[in-house]
């Protein structure tokens, strides 16, 4: 294999894109011949940094309407030749089911291979009229229960695995920097700082996160809370409302989107994910990385899958349960244990050292086949 | 109704006329509770309502008795108007005063009701012997700045528990209530009218059911399975939910069974769009009220409101930012507490729910009824004119 495009659906700090940056990133590390470039259905802040890895080709501003079911003829036609001008590739790796948008739009793309990161009703672009199923020639899957629920809805076609991956943190969080961004937030280093993230959806849940807040802080005034990102989407004003009608205000912040995220996960004593339903949630791997011990719900987010034995969390959807865990975490060296087993388990199998060799060697013999 | 009996015959057995003067139409729950006075009032053998506004409100809704008389409309009367133009107001205006005296002598009212304490400045010469009751209510009218201060004199004072007290040394006091009427609530708690609502809402016969209503984040729509599941998991309680969104969305559907799903409640989660009657359907309501927008006592078109569902004798569980007034039949829990919405579910759901539905409407019917309390206002002033 030569060359290898990487396809994503936009170029926003979402999962898939900083996953295919991340890859982006190890290739050209370690993998200095092979050829990359990569192709975005749609722009995005992160733009930038990966044009800084890899050629990149940007199909459509951020914010253009498109019709998949009766898209612009002209705008097709241009588009088209466009891509057509890119090099031949030997494989094109989908980095989620969203970026099969792009599909109808790419000229050349050798194997194709499509790596689902998604789940439940994000899978819908299984059906859309891109043609994914028909033009993807292999099939992988970033984690398990992704990988069922693709090869249920492809009616039994196979779908391996290549767990998804991050870099390394690059957080130099000394003593003073975390304290801080503690203060910043209001916290103080007798507080116990409870941290989620993420878009304000019903699937991420930070109506879950608040309810956790909630409970937690009518048991001990030691407990802070901060919710990060979601600010432009609806369900962040309903939240606003929540914490000044329940008087949360002193105790609960919700900070709009960082670029630097890695720097509040590191500043934070508990990272909690009540997610509803989530794929394979990056941000979970981030904050373990860093030492700080991640908590969730059992069967609805991977979070088993990823932590394994070092798993901290409860059923869904047990708020209570869940708030015992965060105060089985106050004690220091409780936090510290919990953090270094979830640290060592993501650093050897999560990390682009460990993941990124497994999907190239999926896409090696997807070329191969 | 039929079901209440005349109060006593009071006013020496003779006929006896109540004039209820109000500020305006307007959307307080205590106007809305008025007029289910004046009809009850009006249906009694004996007595006869007559309602009078002092200036215009809000457009009625629909089915609402409208005024019988609006005191600011001899602004606008032809003969008093011709009167401005030719020799000016003031003779326009002792017009006015005459058919408005005219008016009043006509009524011969027996008793005047002043609600918020408005309008007496059209009392002027009635006779001796009329019971003036002053009401005072928790919200004040909005036309209180428009008319002259509540008059100190009054034979009986009507004060709810949150409204402004009776000025000191006012005279005889009834504790005020916030009464509807209630008759079509305790017609669908009727056996055969809930057997015939769960048949519609594809409820098991003999399921324990939980139901609960709303439209949206602010009616808790989302917290209502996690409900269900504590049910289960914590108290072994194993329920079905009716959910009655009259306006739930397709998306909101999708995402609320998405939710029962996780919450493994299987087929025990109904979510229908159906109408008011389903909201009595069940053997208690839990309300996961995140706000109340308007005020709760307020039934509207779509939902009922708590009381509704108390009268139709269900136990009804619900947050404090519910603002529920204190009921026995209503059990508040702190605001987003799902375990301890479930915990006060699971305690009323006892093996005798079915058996005590119909001591419960009763209980509710003594406690919210409009019946009962006009029984208790007509004994009041009957006791006034005693004196």
């Not at chain 2, 009850?40 to 629909?62: F, I, K, S």
């Not at chain 2, 399975?225 to 079905?240: D, E, I, K, S």
Request: charged share 25%; proline share 8%; net charge negative.
């Amino acid at each position: 294999m030569r060359r290898l495009r990487l396809v994503v659906h936009a170029l926003d700090r979402t999962g898939p894109p900083v996953l295919a940056r991340t890859f982006a990133g190890w290739l050209r590390s370690h993998v200095p011949g092979l050829v990359v470039d990569l192709v975005a259905f749609r722009g995005g802040p992160l733009a930038d940094d990966m044009a800084e890895l890899v050629p990149v080709t940007v199909l459509l501003e951020p914010h253009e309407p498109w019709d998949h079911h009766q898209p612009d003829p002209d705008r097709v036609r241009e588009l088209r030749n466009r891509t057509s001008s890119l090099p031949a590739v030997d494989v094109t790796l989908l980095v989620s089911v969203a970026a099969g948008q792009a599909l109808p739009l790419l000229m050349d793309r050798g194997t194709t291979v499509t790596w689902v990161v998604e789940q439940g009703e994000d899978l819908h672009w299984l059906d859309a009229p891109v043609g994914l199923a028909a033009r993807t020639t292999s099939w992988i899957a970033g984690a398990e229960g992704a990988r069922r629920e693709a090869a249920a809805r492809l009616g039994g076609v196979e779908v391996g695995w290549s767990p998804e991956f991050v870099d390394e943190p690059q957080v130099a969080a000394g003593k003073s920097a975390r304290e801080v961004i503690r203060a910043d937030l209001g916290v103080g280093p007798d507080h116990l700082l409870v941290v989620g993230a993420g878009i304000a959806t019903y699937r991420k849940a930070p109506d879950l996160f608040l309810e956790l807040a909630l409970l937690l802080a009518r048991s001990s005034d030691i407990f802070r809370f901060a919710w990060i990102g979601g600010e432009h989407d609806p369900l962040h004003a309903l939240l606003e409302r929540e914490v000044d009608r329940l008087e949360l205000s002193h105790l609960v912040r919700l900070v709009p989107s960082v670029p630097d995220l890695d720097r509040l996960l590191a500043a934070a004593d508990v990272f909690a994910h009540p997610a509803r339903l989530d794929a394979f949630p990056l941000v979970c791997l981030h904050a373990a990385l860093l030492g700080t011990p991640v908590v969730g719900f059992a069967d609805v987010a991977a979070l088993e899958e990823m932590f394994g034995s070092t798993f901290l969390g409860a059923p869904y959807p047990d708020v209570a349960a869940l708030a015992e865990v965060v105060r089985s975490l106050v004690n220091a060296d409780a936090r510290q244990e919990a953090g270094a087993a979830q640290q060592d388990r993501v650093r050897s199998r999560f990390t682009a050292s460990s993941g990124a060799p497994l999907l190239l060697a999926h896409l090696e013999r997807a070329v191969a086949a | 109704m039929g079901e209440q009996q005349g109060a006593s015959a009071g006013m020496a057995g003779r006929s006896r006329t109540v004039l209820v003067v109000a500020a305006a139409a307007d959307r307080r729950a205590s106007r809305r509770s008025l007029l289910d006075v004046v009809a009850e009032l009006d249906r009694r053998a004996g007595t006869e309502a007559a309602l009078w506004y002092l200036r215009d409100g809000v457009d009625p809704e629909a089915g609402e008795r409208r005024a019988d008389f609006v005191v600011d409309h001899l602004r606008g009367w032809t003969p008093a108007t011709v009167l401005d133009r030719l020799v000016g107001p003031r003779m326009g205006n002792r017009l006015r005063g005459i058919r408005l005296r005219r008016r009043l002598t006509r009524l011969a009212p027996d008793i005047v009701l002043l609600d918020d304490g408005l309008g007496d400045r059209i009392l002027r010469r009635l006779p001796a012997g009329v019971v003036r009751i002053v009401r005072h209510n928790p919200i004040p009218s909005e036309d209180r700045l428009l008319e002259a201060p509540v008059p100190p004199r009054a034979d009986l004072w009507l004060i709810g528990p949150e409204a402004p007290p009776a000025p000191p040394g006012a005279g005889p006091v009834l504790v005020d209530r916030p009464v509807r009427d209630f008759g079509a609530a305790r017609r669908l708690a009727a056996p055969d009218v809930q057997a015939r609502l769960r048949a519609e809402a594809g409820l098991p016969p003999d399921a324990l059911v939980v139901v609960g209503w709303g439209t949206g984040w602010l009616d808790g729509a989302e917290l209502f399975p996690r409900v269900l599941w504590a049910l289960g998991a914590r108290h072994g309680v194993t329920a079905h939910g009716l959910w009655v969104g009259p306006l739930v969305t397709a998306e909101d559907e999708a995402r609320l069974r998405a939710e029962a799903h996780r919450c493994g409640l299987g087929d025990r989660y109904h979510l229908v769009r159906g109408g008011r009657e389903l909201h009595t359907c069940g053997d208690v309501a839990v309300l996961p009220y995140r706000d109340v927008a308007d005020d709760p006592r307020q039934p509207s078109a779509e939902l009922p409101s708590v009381p509704f569902a108390v009268a139709a004798g269900l136990p009804v569980v619900t947050f404090a930012a519910a603002g529920t007034a204190d009921d026995p039949a209503v059990f508040v829990v702190p605001d987003v507490d799902v375990d301890a919405l479930a915990a006060a579910a699971a305690a009323v759901l006892g093996p005798d729910r079915r058996s005590a539905r119909a001591e419960r409407v009763e209980s509710a019917r003594r406690r919210l009824d409009v019946g009962p309390w006009v029984d208790e206002l007509l004994a009041a002033v009957d006791e006034v004119v005693g004196r």
